[in-house]
Structure formats: structure tokens, C-alpha cells
């Protein structure tokens, strides 16, 4: 449960280019012990191509990958 309210809180955020606040609420997350998956990195991932930050996008791809998951296609 607590997973699918931090995705929606990224994605919200992601979604009006407010970043920062987005991977606040992304580091916050892991922080209190709640694994981010799939959809949580889809959602800051999307933000970043969206929004210009292709490398920081790149990065959590790569992110993602180290710990087993496979991108959203």
C-alpha cells in the first residue's frame, strides 16, 4: 500500500516538471524502508525524458537494472 501512495506522490510531481520534489519524495521513500518498484521508477524515469533530464533518466534506468527490473516498454 504505502508503495502505490509515494508512485502517485512521483508522479504527480514528475508530471509538472517539479523534480526535485519528485526524487525528495522518491529518496524519502527508500529511506522509510519502502523498496521502490517498477512503477515508482517508470514515474520518475518519464519526469526526467519529459522533461529534459535525460541523463538523470539514464541513470536510473541503469539504477533499476542493477537491482533486476526491467524497464516498462
Known sequence: MHIHIFSV????YANCGMLDRATI??????EQGVKPDVVSYYCLIQGF???????????????????GMRPKS
Open 25 to 30: 519524495i522518491f529518496n524519502e521513500m527508500r
Open 49 to 67: 525524458c519529459i522533461h529534459g533530464g535525460l541523463l538523470k533518466a539514464k541513470e536510473l534506468v541503469l539504477e533499476m537494472m542493477k537491482k
Open 9 to 12: 506522490l512521483i508522479k504527480a
